[in-house]
């Protein structure tokens, strides 16, 4: 995967109304916001220019504590809610997820920034290894003085119950979690059949914008725009249809200026698709019924 990211000044040239956000969420998707060399620098110019409210979703792990103090600095009074990735309570069963990161600077970049007065959440994805470990997480949690801990369960196993990978020469399993959630929270990868589909990004009036500057509805399809040119075909039809729709465009059309790629065709092309019920991967993403994450408490 190449390494790529936005800078300050990509971020002022696809974003010229800042004063319009409502919202601004770094989500990551496939990477991680704060290995961005610019960073900080992209959150402080538009908490300045826009009135947004923002979110970041990190694995806390990528940078010093020297890097977060910065952060503190610079953004304090930035109306910022952080979301640290941390899937276990000890190193050996959150490593299993997240290679090469290190829970006690987690916690401790953590506390830093709670200790500096902002609001930190603990995602936490449920695995069969650490799903016993969760009531010990949750009163970890309020004793670090995280805001919240949000016990997320994981469709990323598709239809397997384990995914298996190799780590400096050894092999390791992830188990998808026997702990049912109590609704149908997870998408429906299988033959989804629903009656309607609820675009939460048109809802919302949200774009997802990538590493690259290209702009999609939600990262769920960017997801794909990205596979699409990175000679990935994709496993299942879901994967297989939108890739094939991304790679019969020309993809220019949803790069440059927020606003006026919004007005792209593509967008009311795909409002459209809706009310047939396609694409199927926003089937199984917004069809009625599903896609909430969370288990109950
Ligand atoms: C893919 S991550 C990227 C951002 C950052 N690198 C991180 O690790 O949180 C974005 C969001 O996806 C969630 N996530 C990561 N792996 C997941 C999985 N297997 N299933 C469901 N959500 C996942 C994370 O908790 C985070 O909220
Ligand atoms: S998956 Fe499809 S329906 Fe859902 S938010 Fe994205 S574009 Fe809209």
Redesign the pocket.
């Known amino acids: 995967m190449a390494n790529v990211e936005l800078t300050l000044d990509d971020v002022k040239q696809i974003i010229d109304e800042p004063e319009h956000l409502e919202w601004i969420s770094f989500?990551?998707?496939?990477?991680?916001?704060i290995v961005a060399k610019e960073c900080i620098d992209i959150i402080e110019w538009l908490a300045e220019v826009s009135p947004a409210e923002f979110r970041m979703?990190?694995?806390g792990s990528a940078r010093n504590e020297e890097w977060w103090w910065d952060f503190c600095k610079r953004l304090h009074g930035v109306p910022i809610i952080i979301?640290f990735?941390i899937d276990g309570i000890t190193q050996a069963k959150h490593e299993l997820?997240?290679r090469n990161t290190d829970l006690q600077k987690i916690f401790d970049n953590a506390e830093l920034l709670i200790g500096a007065g902002f609001e930190v959440e603990w995602?936490y994805?449920v695995f069969k290894h650490n799903q016993d470990d969760i009531e010990t997480a949750k009163k970890m949690s309020d004793e670090k003085g995280f805001s919240k801990i949000n016990i997320?369960?994981?469709?990323?196993f598709w239809s397997k119950d384990a995914l298996e990978y190799d780590w400096k020469g050894e092999k390791y399993k992830l188990e998808r979690s026997t702990h049912k959630p109590n609704k149908k929270q997870l998408m429906r990868i299988n033959n989804p059949v629903v009656n309607q589909i609820n675009c939460f990004a048109q809802e919302r009036q949200e774009v997802y914008i990538d590493c690259r500057g290209y702009i999609t509805p939600c990262c769920y399809l960017g997801m794909y725009l990205y596979s699409s040119q990175q000679n990935q075909d994709g496993k299942f039809h879901s994967q297989q249809e939108l890739i094939g729709i991304f790679r019969s465009m020309n993809l220019d059309r949803l790069k440059g200026n927020l606003n006026e790629v919004v007005q792209d065709p593509f967008f009311s092309w795909l409002r459209g698709k809706h009310l047939e019920l396609q694409p199927k991967r926003c089937q199984a993403v917004c069809g009625t019924e599903i896609n909430r994450?969370l288990y109950n408490e």
């Open positions: 989500c990551g998707n496939y990477g991680e916001p979703h990190t694995n979301n990735g997820y997240r995602d994805l997320i369960s994981t469709e990323r994450k």
